[in-house]
Every structure is written in C-alpha cells, then in structure tokens.
C-alpha cells in the first residue's frame, strides 16, 4: 500500500533522445510526487513534483505526466544531455506521512 | 545560504560497534528526515524528527534511533552494528514537516562501512 514502484532499473538514451521513466503508487491519499536527481557522490535533489489536480507539469527539458485513475506518473526529459547522467528517484507522500521513494533508475546519455 | 552538512562523510566500523553520525539542517528548517540508502532497496525511510518530536518511524529494528536538539541539529545512532548496516546513510531538512508539500534538502551522505 505505501509502495511506489519505478521503471525501468536502468536506461541507455542517445544524447538528444527522449528519457522516459515511469512510477506507480497504490495509495489514493499520495497528494504530491516528486521526482529527486541524485549524481555519484551527492545527495539527492528535487527536480520537479506535481500534484493529482494537474495531469502535467513542465519545467524546462523536464516534463511529469500525471494518471491519477491509473495511479502511475512518469518523467520525460526531452533533448536528453550527457550531464542529465544521474539516478532518479520518484516519490509519494501525504500529509503527516513521510516520503516514499521509488527504487530508482540510472540514467546514462551517451555522448 | 548553507545545505544540509553531514559528519561524518566516511567511517568504517566493525560488527557489534556503535556509530554516531551527525545532521545539522538548513538555517530555519525545522524538520529533519533520515534514510538508509543502498543498491538494492534505494531509499528506506528511517525516521522524522520536527521541533524535537519524532514525528514518523521507519520499519527499522530498535538498534536504530535519533534525536533532534533544539536548535533541529539531529543525530542518528546505531548500536551492535551488522554487516548489513553499510550504506549510505542520507539527512534531508526541510521547512515544513514531511508530507507537508514541503522540499525535503539532502545532505552528501555519511557513508559507512560495517565490517
């Protein structure tokens, strides 16, 4: 119930392809999803989050696709860049519940 | 404005030792969370602390405990360390309690190795 599962492990993307990472959740009362960046050696960053009263979020090269009656949301980064190289961490939380990540997915944009 | 700063960054004990390690949060930030990360099991949620409360614990055995001080610098403990110990150990501080809608601020890390 308070698990929020990511795909896929690992992802190889030509330098100016599309990444797409997707995430589900099966709690209903999730009401904010994040996404987290984290580099070797760093601590995790947040990268953009939406909630389920918008189907789309965009920032930049960086896009959440929300479905909340499929309970799942995904991250897209267009114009993918060898410095967009990282692990992404998706997450779900609640009010007075700690965040719940997703187990990750390394993300390699080859030159 | 300075992040989240984590001691130590590295340390290396063996099984059946105790560790300390330590978070100070960003200036103004009350809340501060503490996860376990590893290879296989990415982010496990340890426990949260705002204003000196534990507010939220994680499925952590009891060898594994925190507090917070009144200025919000936490420390995390843990006692009769296992080999399955080792990993990263995060600090995340942030303005408003968890689940809030509040931005969780990562430290580096301590990176610790049970041996």
């Known amino acids: 119930q308070q698990q929020v599962k990511q795909s896929p492990q690992s992802l190889i993307v030509q330098k100016g392809g599309i990444s797409i990472i997707n995430c589900a959740y099966e709690?209903?009362?999730?009401?904010?999803f994040p996404w987290y960046q984290q580099f070797p050696g760093k601590g995790p960053a947040l990268l953009i989050a939406?909630?389920?009263?918008?189907s789309e979020k965009k920032e930049g090269r960086f896009t959440i696709s929300f479905n909340k009656s499929a309970k799942q949301f995904s991250l897209h980064i267009m114009d993918s860049q060898p410095g967009d190289s990282a692990t992404y961490f998706c997450a779900a939380s609640m009010l007075g519940q700690n965040f719940v990540f997703g187990p990750g997915t390394r993300l390699s944009v080859l030159p | 404005k300075a992040g989240v700063t984590q001691t130590p960054r590295y340390l290396i004990k063996t099984r059946g030792q105790q560790v300390t390690l330590s978070c100070s949060p960003i200036s103004g930030h009350r809340s501060v969370s503490w996860y376990q990360q590893t290879p296989g099991q990415g982010l496990q949620f340890l426990f949260e602390?705002?204003?000196?409360?534990?507010?939220n614990k994680g499925n952590f055995p009891g060898r594994f405990s925190g507090r917070q001080f009144s200025n919000s610098r936490s420390e995390m403990n843990v006692s009769t360390l296992e080999l399955g110990d080792s990993a990263l150990y995060l600090c995340?501080?942030?303005?408003?309690?968890?689940?809030?809608?509040?931005?969780?601020?990562f430290g580096e890390g301590s990176r610790l190795t049970v041996l």
């Open positions: 939406i909630r389920p009263d918008v």
């Open positions: 602390y705002f204003s000196e409360t534990q507010r």
């Open positions: 709690n209903t009362a999730f009401d904010y």
């Open positions: 995340a501080s942030s303005l408003r309690p968890s689940g809030d809608g509040g931005e969780l601020f």
